[in-house]
Every structure is written in C-alpha cells, then in structure tokens.
C-alpha cells in the first residue's frame, strides 16, 4: 500500500453520528489507506475537530504519504449545510453549530476542502464508482431512520439555494397518513423507512406474528438490526417479509413520482436493510414504480442497489473534491 | 416596427394543438412581427409544414426583415419529442408522426432551428423574460387539459434521456384515487387540472350547486372556458370556488413535493384558468405546499403567476434558440 512517490491524492473523509472515517485515494481513486474512530459528538466541536485531524493523519500514515501529495478533502456530513462556505450550520445528532469545516481543514492540511450532505456524497459515489457508472441522471433513495435522497444530473450533484436537497423522504403519499418525525403526515419515510419497518416489525413481534424476530429481539424496537430482519425473513417470519413488501411498494411509488418528474437512468438503492434483503427490494420497488410511471417512461430507467456499501460516502466525497477541484469526472 | 437593419433575430414558433404562431424578436427580444393562423393537423403533416413555413414568412413581412436577418429559430411543440435530432416523435392530436421539423426549417430558412416541448418553453420563457426572472431553479405548473411542468436549473432546461420530462400532472397524490387519462389512478391532474375542475363544476351545475354556471352554460363541460369559471366565481357560485380551492390544495401538495426534492426558487403557475383567477390560485396553492414543506425549506421559494401569457411558449422557443445556439441566457 505505500507510496511515497503517489500524487494528486484525495482524502475522502465521512462524518457520521456515531463514527468517523478518513480514506486516503490515489488519482485514480485506489486505496491508499483508512482510519476509523467514534465521533463522541457531545464531547463538543474542539474535540470533534481535533478528532477529525487525527483521524486523518492516521489515515496518511496508513497510507504512508504526507500532507503535501493531497490534492483536496471531501467531507460527507448531516445536514444542514453551507455548502458554498463549507459550513455545518446545525446538526443536532453531534449538537455541533456554525462549524467552518473546510476552511479548518484547509488551514490543517495546506490544500482545498470541500463538504457535501452525506447521502449526496454517497449518491456521488454511487455515479462515479458504483451502480450508477456514466449515468446521465441517477436518484439515491436510501432508506434508513428516514429515507435519504440524492441526485447527480449531467454528472453535477442537484443542490438547493445553499445547501442539500432531495428530501424523498418527505413526498407525502399518504394524504392524512402516519405521523412523521418532521410534525408532516403521511410522508414516504412515515411509512416505508427502516424505522417504521422496524416499528412494524415489533408490533408483530408483540402480537405474536413475527416469531423468530421475538426469540432474537424480543420486542425492543432499539436492538433490531438490518441483519436481524434479514435473517428472519430468511427463516419464515412471513409478517416480516410482508412488513417489507409493503413498505418498498411505498418507497415504489416514491419513485414513480420521481421518475415521472426527472426521468433519471438509474435509481440506486441503499443502506444497510436493501444491501441485506437486496432481492426483496429490488423486486417490489421496481414493480410498484413501474405500474405507476407514465407508460412513455417504462423503459427509461433501471433499479440498482448500491455497491460501495460503507465507503460510500468516503469514496463520494473524495471524489466530489476531485470534480470540484479539477473538473475531473 | 419595420427594421431592415435588424441583424441576429430569433423566430419564436408555438405549434399548438389548435393555432400556430410564429414572433419575429429582435437580439433583445422587442417584437419586430408576428403571425398567427389555424394548425388544422388533420389535413397531414405535409400540408402541416407548409402552414409553419407560411406563417414564419407571413411575420417576417410584418417585421420587414428577410431570412438571412435571423439567426435561428425555436419551436415549442407537443410531445413526445427526440430533442437532439429535432423531432417529432408521435403527436396524438396532430395525427403526426416523425416529423424532422428543425431539419426542415434549417433547410427552408438557411439558419438552425431548435424544437422544445410547449410546456418547458413557456417555463424557460417565464424564467428568462416573465415570472421567474434570474431564479437559480424554476419549476413551471400549468394546469389545463392535463398539468404540463417543467424546470430550469442552472439556467438550464431539466431532460429525460432523448425528450422532455417534468410530468407533474402524473405525481401520485391520492392512493387508488380517481382514474387519469393516462390510465393510472390518483395523479395530481386526475384531481386538479382545469379539465379535473370543469368536470366537478359541471356536476354541481347539474346538482343546483352552481346556478351561475348553469345559467352561463347549462351542464355541458365542452362550453367551459376559464373565463366562465372566473366570472361564475366573481358571480357568487360558491360551490365553484370551493371546487376551485380544493383542487389548487392539491396542486399544492403537488409543489410540496416538489419543493421537498429539487427546492426551487420560483413556482411559476400558468394557463388560462390560474391567470383568470391569478388570487385564488395563488393563496390556496402556497398555503398548501407551505404546510406540507421541510421546515427548513420554508422561506426558500416564492409562488408566482405566469407573466407572458399566450406569448410565452413562442417568447421561450426563441429564447431557448439563443441559449442554445450562443449560449446566452
């Protein structure tokens, strides 16, 4: 792996919640080395910061490489953002506010940075390196606690006045339906994000429906795990599998209202729960959207799972900094 | 009007379902001439191409500008449209099929011509002459028959993969709701288009509900005009009025979701019912999407009426010809 002699490197850097990761790439987006940590939010933006700085030191020791063969540093990171200035304006899983992170990093590292949502990183990453290769419009829905949504038209990310956009998670499709977590009602991630599968899931744990799902969880909705739905889908808890169907038809008919909007060529689709069940997704997303797209749009797109898994965003934001930087795509 | 010194005009041609219109601009978009007549596409295409040829000389003459002053012209037509070849694909209520008008109007008039499906030429229109002015992002709803849309980004025309996209009237508002003409059920111009609100007010003419509007034109939905709406509404047709706030309601769900996703500066809503009862519209369909946005989205757009009226269409062909052919905008 080392290479003292590589240049034109990219940090591509994901800042999540609970983990942090630095990846180092080459030009041609190899990799050269990686470190992970804990985020530790609530120890306050210093510290935070601090740790961002060694994690990514570490990660050019991994790579062994210094500072000066970086050409720039992309940073996936929650919303909202300032993306012109670089700025976590507010993120209230890490209770950080008004934090300039790409000038902080370019001041550090001596070279350019730039930040980006992290489920927009991700869809990146997906166009570049992934499922969505040369797409000329490709839509991320990645359902997760919400359902995340990204869109890389004619190779730019689709951005809005400052900062992200893309909230598909937030189409309503249900007049009058469920309460979602934005105080809306009947939004697509009130009824089709893991977290309301998983809501659904205990309750027929609960009700005696689901019962390997109660023999590995009980019915605490806080110790499911993607895995866990998976592999009792896999050992016959059919009320789980009709949970799932139920809810991709939804995230389907998300889609089809995307597809009749913007009419992109590849739908990608991800997080932990697709990746585990990806033939189960694949399958009712496709079938429902393609019942409900304008018949002249049939044909125009397909339905991928991701494939960079969880260097997705690393490997987004590395190369988001490239395109950024150098045009390159 | 008369300017033979005229150099680097654009010819705007709006080809409807009903009339064609050619607008001889100026480099600076001043009208030089115009010309209109009836489409009459059932007498063939040939037949067809002939009216367009004559109409676009017809305006020259009021112009006082021969051929050789234009540098190109822009077509706004019906779709399905192969936008890169300039052709027609299928147009239903033409009764034509393949029909390579910007080849042929290259041929006849020794200049490039660019063609654009009708709907995102009134957007593009309203975005670099009317409404829309400067916006970053502009989404164009047009209730009517069915609810055309479009959007400029960047200050570019949003794409699907050969043709036009942007089909808002076929978003899913309403599971299993009421049956679409494109044979789906519960799309946004199912419920909302002037067409969805002709029929529910001729049904409550027929009920006693609307005695204005029975008085005005009995319970036949072929005799209804926006301007009949507007007047019955202004008249005390009650019933009317609140079929009218119910649709634009959902209209507005329509922009909430949109919003949601591409978070466009500008909402520009058009055609003849929306300029004729430009408050109504207005009020009910800001109030809606207002409820029903990210909070964080809020105060990022603005709800605007349409500015050009019929003009808009052939003022954004032309406008989008000089874009295209010299990259003005």
Not at 37 to 54: I, M, N, P, W
Not at 182 to 203: F, H, M, P, Q, Y
Not at 276 to 285: D, M, N, Q
Request: aromatic share 6%; charged share 25%.
């Amino acid at each position: 792996m080392a290479k003292k002699s590589a240049k034109d490197c990219f940090i591509g850097f994901d800042l999540g919640g609970t983990k942090m990761m630095a990846v180092v790439y080459d030009g041609t987006f190899n990799v050269l080395g990686r470190r992970k940590r804990k985020t530790k939010g609530a120890e306050g933006v210093e510290s935070g910061l601090t740790r961002v700085s060694r994690t990514i030191e570490e990660a050019l020791e991994d790579a062994d490489i210094s500072a000066d063969q970086i050409t720039g540093i992309g940073v996936g990171c929650p919303g909202p953002l300032d993306l012109d200035k670089g700025i976590m304006i507010d993120t209230p899983n890490l209770g950080w506010k008004n934090v300039k992170l790409a000038q902080r990093l370019k001041d550090e590292f001596g070279c350019p940075a730039v930040i980006a949502n992290d489920v927009d990183a991700g869809v990146y990453g997906e166009y570049r390196f992934g499922a969505a290769k040369k797409s000329r419009c490709v839509v991320g829905v990645f359902p997760g606690t919400g359902i995340g949504g990204g869109c890389v038209y004619e190779g730019r990310l689709i951005r809005g006045k400052v900062g992200s956009c893309f909230e598909v998670g937030h189409m309503q499709v249900v007049p009058d339906g469920p309460l979602c977590g934005c105080g809306k009602r009947g939004c697509l991630e009130a009824v089709a994000s893991r977290l309301a599968i998983s809501s659904a899931c205990v309750a027929a744990a609960y009700r005696g429906d689901a019962p390997h799902l109660r023999a590995a969880v009980g019915t605490d909705i806080s110790k499911i795990r993607s895995g866990t739905i998976a592999s009792c889908v896999q050992a016959g808890d059919n009320t789980v599998e009709r949970i799932i169907r139920n809810a991709a038809g939804w995230i389907g008919i998300g889609v089809a209202n995307i597809v009749n909007l913007i009419c992109p060529d590849t739908i990608v689709l991800g997080g932990g729960l697709v990746e585990a069940l990806p033939g189960l997704f694949l399958e009712e997303v496709e079938k429902s959207a393609r019942e409900r797209v304008m018949p002249a749009y049939a044909d125009t797109f397909k339905v991928a799972v991701a494939e960079l898994g969880d260097d997705s965003t690393a490997m987004g934001a590395a190369g988001w900094a490239q395109h950024t930087l150098q045009g390159n795509d």
